[in-house]
């Protein structure tokens, strides 16, 4: 009996840990990686993506170099094909459609010399991950 609920409580605690996020850091930041999501850095860009591939993130920092953050939205809205440049709190957003025809958000903020350009796509397939990762960002 006491062993079956050593096993219990050990397999409860796996299932449970599985659904929490992992922190990793990034040099620039650190954000939360939920279960199920795996990140990679690739030089200046870390690409966050659900394991399904139904919902992915990039971001990427690095330095402003004198530019504005709405210099940068519309410098990588025209380098992407983008629309819709818009100022919001802290920063400027656009759409695109990625590669495969997919729409995808950005985000563009700036602070101490430096810019972080968030990619969103397939915000609707996994919305509550997508805002905690973000929520999480520092």
């Given at each position: 009996?006491?062993?079956?609920?050593?096993?219990?409580?050990?397999?409860?605690?796996?299932?449970?840990?599985?659904s929490f996020a992992a922190v990793q850091d990034f040099g620039?930041?650190?954000?939360?990686?939920?279960?199920?999501?795996?990140?990679?850095?690739?030089?200046?860009?870390?690409?966050?993506?659900?394991?399904?591939s139904t919902a992915s993130m990039s971001i990427t920092v690095?330095?402003?170099?004198?530019?504005?953050?709405?210099?940068?939205?519309?410098?990588?809205?025209?380098?992407?094909?983008?629309?819709?440049?818009?100022?919001?709190?802290?920063?400027?957003?656009?759409?695109?459609?990625?590669?495969?025809?997919?729409?995808?958000?950005?985000?563009?903020?700036?602070?101490?010399?430096?810019?972080?350009?968030?990619?969103?796509?397939?915000?609707?397939?996994?919305?509550?991950?997508?805002?905690?990762?973000?929520?999480?960002?520092?």
């Amino acid at each position: 009996m006491k062993r079956s609920l050593a096993l219990a409580a050990i397999l409860a605690l796996v299932l449970t840990s599985a659904s929490f996020a992992a922190v990793q850091d990034f040099g620039e930041f650190k954000v939360d990686v939920p279960a199920g999501w795996t990140a990679e850095k690739d030089g200046e860009t870390v690409g966050i993506t659900k394991n399904d591939s139904t919902a992915s993130m990039s971001i990427t920092v690095d330095k402003t170099d004198g530019a504005s953050a709405k210099e940068i939205a519309e410098a990588f809205a025209a380098e992407l094909n983008g629309k819709n440049v818009k100022a919001t709190e802290g920063g400027y957003t656009f759409t695109f459609d990625n590669g495969n025809g997919v729409n995808s958000e950005a985000i563009v903020v700036t602070d101490d010399g430096k810019y972080a350009l968030i990619v969103v796509t397939g915000r609707e397939n996994a919305p509550q991950e997508v805002a905690a990762i973000i929520n999480s960002l520092n």
